[in-house]
């Protein structure tokens, strides 16, 4: 699981943004999977996002300290949706989404900036590298936890590889 969270940060350091949002949308989903290979996409990818990610993605706001979720698994499936299999950002017509109409990805801005997790209305904006970065991240918290489980490590073993050419072509 290691060569994705790594594939997601090397994105990040070369800036291929939509190579990071691409992988760090896939990721939960096969995770999920790992976990629960006979459930449905969506069934997996929202359990596996609100127990790894949800609670980073929700807040107390406001001076009675609401709880507010900017974003939860079911939006964040339906941006999967939506970006995968369309190329969009509008999660609108996407049967998963629960409170938001799209989203608004932007880029770094100056070193030690962040502009992340701002709503307005139902648009969540999203600082692209502190995203896919928060995905990575919870891959590897992931992968630390299922390090015993062997039915995982089982299924991990059965994941695609790139193999290095440089070490031989072998079938």
Not at 18 to 45: E, F, K
Not at 54 to 59: F, G, I, N, R
């Amino acid at each position: 699981m290691r060569r994705f969270a790594d594939s997601i940060k090397r994105s990040i350091e070369t800036q291929n943004w939509y190579s990071a949002l691409s992988m760090a949308l896939a990721i939960p989903d096969v995770c999920g999977r790992l976990v629960n290979p006979n459930q449905t996409s969506q069934a997996r990818y929202v359990a596996w996002f609100q127990k790894w990610l949800e609670a980073k993605y929700t807040s107390t706001i406001g001076a009675g300290g609401t709880k507010h979720v900017f974003l939860c698994a079911e939006d964040c499936y339906a941006l999967r949706c939506s970006y995968l299999h369309e190329g969009g950002d509008n999660i609108l017509d996407q049967r998963a989404r629960k409170a938001l109409e799209d989203f608004h990805f932007i880029t770094p801005p100056d070193i030690g900036s962040r502009i992340h997790m701002n709503q307005s209305n139902s648009t969540l904006q999203l600082q692209v590298d502190v995203f896919a970065m928060d995905m990575a991240d919870a891959v590897g918290e992931w992968a630390d936890s299922v390090a015993n489980d062997v039915e995982i490590q089982e299924r991990i073993k059965n994941l695609l590889v790139i193999h290095d050419s440089s070490r031989g072509i072998r079938f």
